[in-house]
């Protein structure tokens, strides 16, 4: 088995290296630090499947709210909203949406005097609809106001690592919620309920423009280390600068990977783990051994969504610019999925070299695919067939297909992964 | 009286379009989730598929130069339908079967429908671009208006030609699908398997024969469900993606594996969606003299923007309530 790790991570490292020759050191070390980003979401998600066995299809949710996160808390302050009356709009709002939550609280509460069955359930949702209305009711002059006369409400100017850890909690604290929700539901049922509400916090995330400016898009966010600007200003040469720039934000991310890959396998070999594997392999034994598997089970899904929180700000701060619209399914959820079947779920290093080897594959198969049609376009213009139209845009187009491929070549070949999880036994 | 038209041009036949589209699409879900037991997600792009197979073909036979009243897209449809149902039976035997032999997990065949959903969608843009595609580009799409003989109505009751022909051919589809699921042996079959497989096998029925028929209705409906869909609105790579959440919410809402429960599902859901960015105050302005408050210019219950966000709402909460969906459906 360690030849086998040693093989797989010597030819990642080969890779790297090649595609380091190839395509130059900035190019290179920018993939890098998005891989390693992919890799601590994959980890993420290999808490709450190769762990917890828990289907998750909201990273994107996830994601995006990491990502706003760290642009909440890292871009420069907004001083005209501050100093308009966009704050007392927002207390307004604020006192609405807590009349709507403690009216909600009472009408869940309405059996205490004495009226139960079909009245409750009628009495519910009348209290949900009136806090609705209450709360649009302050809200929509509240975001009117804001985006005409401030625009939106701007950051916090915090530290960008504050941001980052920001986004962890948030993460959490929306995984928190989404698992309260769901998590009572089978797996192709949760599978649906987290995309669901993944979708419904991308339409949120995307149309609040006083809060997040919506299509907007902010930027630039700032880096919590000096970027190619700052080593310019320096003197240094473009290219120089952005090796460097991204070399210090590189060594950043490896670290937090680092440490939460140290965390997490600490946790997996520990007895937690055990714990862990006992619920997703028979939760109904491990239920009557007195372990409490919901609560468990709540507990993994909030820990993996603060490392996809965490992966998603990491990638904002480093692109800069926060567009709600470029999060799309494909690329923020199923991609991840696809890291983790291939590295092999279950193994914090498969998640770890499936992460980074599946971006790499991803961003390579376009200018591979595109270098494929040119020759085939040159063949058959030389055929007498005329060339292919619109190579750029297919060959974009190319790596989806080569993911899904690759998954379905996976599960079908290598269904624990490259890595597969390795169980130690103790006798 | 012309607002009461407005509302039903706007709210009732938005709502039937779109609910014939989510039913069309939440059958074939319900189908293959009865039968084989996992939530086939490549669904929506079975639809997309469908709806690029027509318009291959349709464009085929306008290069010949035939011409037929009704729209070509919907001419060519059961051709397409046949070649659909062709690559659905390829799928399933090059990426699905082979999984099932192995006893794979429901969430394995889930995660595979995932990678045929990425495979499809970047063979269609490898093939036809990202570009958006209409089927009305050589022959005009018609425009159905049927005045109201009532007094003080002006405005004619208006819905277009693909609209007309997505209703008629939903309800035949169904009614089709109903008379084979209740009168014909293999249909018979397929709701005997859906109930109890084991039993089902021991029965004497062949269920390699089921599935195989399975992946043909389902095929065939998502081509025809994609290809209405295009012809409504307009072809583009990710036509069907978008809409196989609540397509899937669809199914669950009528309980997943429960045929007519997806139907039911699609419409509620369909009704849901329009009346819920509908403006209300279109309605009330005949009444603004006896009512209390100033209606204003615009009164939806909720932004246009979050009109596909109201199925995933209601999904979520069917979830929560009653994840068995409207009528009890097949869930292990």
Redesign the interface.
């Known amino acids: 088995m360690t030849m086998r790790y040693i093989a797989v991570f010597a030819a990642l490292i080969a890779l790297i290296v090649g595609v380091g020759v190839m395509m130059g050191t900035p190019f290179t070390v920018r993939l890098l630090v998005e891989a390693f980003a992919f890799a601590l979401i994959a980890m993420g998600l290999n808490i709450q499947w190769g762990f917890g066995g828990l ?1 998750n299809f909201g990273i994107l949710g996830m994601l995006m709210v990491g990502g706003f996160a760290v642009t909440f808390i890292s871009y420069p302050v907004n001083m005209g909203f501050w100093t308009s009356e966009g704050p007392l709009y927002l207390g307004r709002t604020l006192l609405a949406a807590a009349i709507g939550g403690v009216l909600i609280f009472f009408a869940h509460r309405v059996q205490r005097f004495g009226i139960t069955g079909k009245a409750r359930g009628t009495v519910i949702v009348v209290a949900w609809f009136i806090a609705y209305v209450i709360f649009r009711s302050q809200m929509d002059p509240a975001a009117n106001y804001i985006t005409s006369t401030a625009g939106w409400v701007g950051g916090l100017g915090l530290p960008v690592l504050l941001g980052w850890a920001f986004g962890g909690v948030l993460a959490g604290l929306v995984g928190y919620l989404v698992g309260k ?2 998590l009572g ?5 949760l ?3 987290t ?3 993944a ?2 916090l991308r ?2 995330i ?2 609040v423009e006083w809060l997040t400016r919506g299509t907007l898009t902010v930027s630039p966010i700032p880096w919590p280390v000096p970027n190619p600007q700052a080593f310019q200003a320096g003197g240094a040469s473009p290219s120089a600068s952005f090796v460097l720039a991204r070399g210090g934000y590189l060594a950043l991310v490896v670290i937090v990977v680092l440490v939460a890959l140290f965390l997490i396998h600490r946790a997996y070999r520990g007895p937690w783990g055990r714990m862990m594997r006992a619920i997703r392999d028979n939760y109904i034994a491990a239920g009557s051994m007195g372990k409490d598997v919901t609560g468990r089970q709540l507990e993994i899904f909030v820990f993996g969504s603060v490392l996809m929180g965490i992966g998603g700000a990491i990638l904002v701060s480093f692109v800069g610019i926060f567009d709600p619209s470029s999060y799309q ?2 690329n923020h959820t ?1 991609i991840i ?2 890291m983790l ?1 291939v590295g092999g779920s279950g193994n914090n290093f498969g998640a770890l070299f499936g992460g980074i080897f599946i971006y790499f594959v991803w961003v390579l198969s376009e200018p591979l695919a595109q270098a494929l049609f040119l020759n085939l376009s040159a063949f058959s213009s030389d055929m007498g067939w005329g060339a292919i139209p ?1 190579i750029e ?2 060959a974009v ?12 070549i996976a ?2 070949f290598a ?1 624990k992964g490259l890595l597969p999880e390795f169980i130690g036994r103790k006798d | 009286m012309n607002d009461l038209i407005f509302f039903f041009n706007q709210a009732i036949i938005g709502g039937v379009v779109l609910g014939s589209v989510y039913a069309l699409g939440a059958v074939g879900v319900t189908l293959i989730f009865g039968i084989l037991r996992f939530a086939h997600f490549a669904h929506g792009d079975m639809m997309t598929m469908g709806g690029f197979i027509a318009l291959v073909l349709a464009s085929l036979l306008a290069a010949a130069g035939i011409a037929f009243p009704l729209p070509m897209g919907f001419i060519v449809l059961p051709f397409a339908m046949v070649i659909a149902a062709g690559f659905a039976l390829g799928i399933d035997r090059a990426f699905y079967a082979p999984l099932r032999v192995r006893g794979a997990k429901p969430v394995t065949l889930l995660i595979a429908s995932i990678g045929v959903t990425m495979m499809i969608q970047g063979l269609i843009r490898l093939f036809f671009g990202v570009g958006t595609y209409s089927f009305f580009d050589s022959e005009p799409k018609k425009l159905i208006r049927i005045d109201v003989p009532i007094e003080g109505a002006t405005r004619p009751i208006a819905f277009s030609e693909p609209q007309l022909l997505l209703v008629i051919s939903t309800v035949v589809a169904v009614i089709a699908l109903h008379y084979f699921l209740t009168r014909s042996r293999l249909g018979k079959g397929m709701r005997a398997m859906a109930d109890n497989p084991d039993l089902a096998k021991v029965s004497g029925i062949n269920t390699r024969l089921v599935v195989r028929v399975t992946w043909i209705i389902a095929g065939a409906l998502a081509c025809l469900a994609g290809t209405m869909l295009a012809l409504d609105v307009a072809l583009k790579p990710d036509l069907a993606f978008n809409i196989v959440l609540p397509i899937f919410a669809a199914a669950i809402l009528g309980g997943l594996g429960h045929a007519y429960g997806a139907i039911a599902g699609g419409f509620v859901l369909g009704f849901a969606e329009t009346l819920a960015v509908f403006n209300w105050s279109v309605v009330l302005r005949p009444f603004r003299d006896v009512l209390w408050f100033d209606i204003p210019n615009s009164l939806t219950l909720v932004q246009s923007e979050y009109k596909l966000t109201v199925a995933f709402l209601i999904l979520v909460v069917v979830l929560l309530v009653r994840p068995t969906g409207i009528f009890k459906g097949a869930s292990t």
């Open positions: 289907f929700v769901s539901l089978r797996a192709d049922y599978a649906i309920a995309i669901g509400i979708e419904i339409a949120l995307k149309n399914p494909i199923f999925w696809v079947i619109d845009s297919r187009q190319m790596r989806v297909f080569v993911m899904g491929l690759i998954v379905t599960l079908r269904p």
